[in-house]
């Protein structure tokens, strides 16, 4: 497929667990990025890479998150010891460039309930 | 700081009918873009539009316009005879300096058969 795909598409868990969520990006696409979206809200920005590195974290709530993308492609947003408010749908955006103006494109989301 | 305002939360028209969509930002910036995005009931945010704070030109696209006005901060969107197919959530999104997209609340549109 030539779009952002994201897995898993749903995700609930126990308060208190860890998950990992993944995001595989467009071919060819060097910037990532993560948003969050509540539940009647807009997306909020959490984390964007150019390349391998995190050039911009701003958006991360707290230390229980944090996001790789260690060979510059796919990317992984981990979160720790979940909390019921972090349920929400995590968004996965990629762009061929970071410079502007850089269309986003988005991934179908992943749905994460903590119980 | 940078914010958009989408102060229309509902929106419930007719088929056919015309509908315009709110948008009001406030950024420092003085080269920034603006976008609109479609979210169907499918979730998948869907890209429409984007223009640059250099550009104020209004754009048209089918039965979709955008009217740009720098003076009012605003970057609404107009649908014209609306269809029942335009029922989604929409979002207007801001980007400055930085590269992170600075979305609105959103506004539901439902269109009516």
């Known amino acids: 497929g030539a779009g952002v795909s994201q897995t898993p598409s749903n995700k609930v868990t126990e308060k208190g667990k860890y998950v990992e969520l993944r995001c595989d990006p467009i071919s060819g696409h060097t910037a990532l990025y993560w948003y969050r979206q509540s539940l009647g809200q807009g997306p909020e920005f959490l984390i964007y890479?150019?390349?391998?590195?995190?050039?911009?974290d701003s958006g991360l709530p707290n230390d229980r998150f944090f996001a790789v993308r260690p060979e510059g492609s796919v990317s992984t947003l981990k979160i720790q010891r979940t909390e019921r408010g972090d349920s929400a749908v995590y968004l996965c955006?990629?762009?061929?460039?970071?410079?502007?103006?850089?269309?986003?494109?988005f991934g179908p989301g992943t749905r994460l309930t903590v119980l | 700081a940078q914010k958009v305002t989408q102060a229309q939360t509902e929106i419930s028209v007719v088929e056919k009918e015309d509908v315009t969509l709110d948008c009001v930002y406030e950024?420092?910036?003085?080269?920034?873009?603006l976008f609109w995005y479609k979210q169907p009931p499918s979730g998948e945010l869907v890209f429409l539009i984007r223009r640059n704070s250099f550009d104020e030109q209004n754009e048209i696209s089918g039965r979709y316009s955008w009217n740009f006005q720098k003076s009012t901060s605003s970057f609404n969107f107009t649908i014209t005879a609306s269809q029942v197919v335009d029922s989604a959530v929409y979002f207007c999104a801001l980007k400055g300096g930085a590269q992170k997209l600075v979305f609105g609340q959103g506004t539901r549109l439902t269109i009516n058969p």
């Open positions: 955006a990629s762009s061929m460039t970071s410079g502007s103006p850089n269309e986003q494109f």
């Open positions: 890479f150019q390349g391998t590195g995190a050039a911009d």
């Open positions: 950024t420092r910036d003085t080269t920034y873009y």
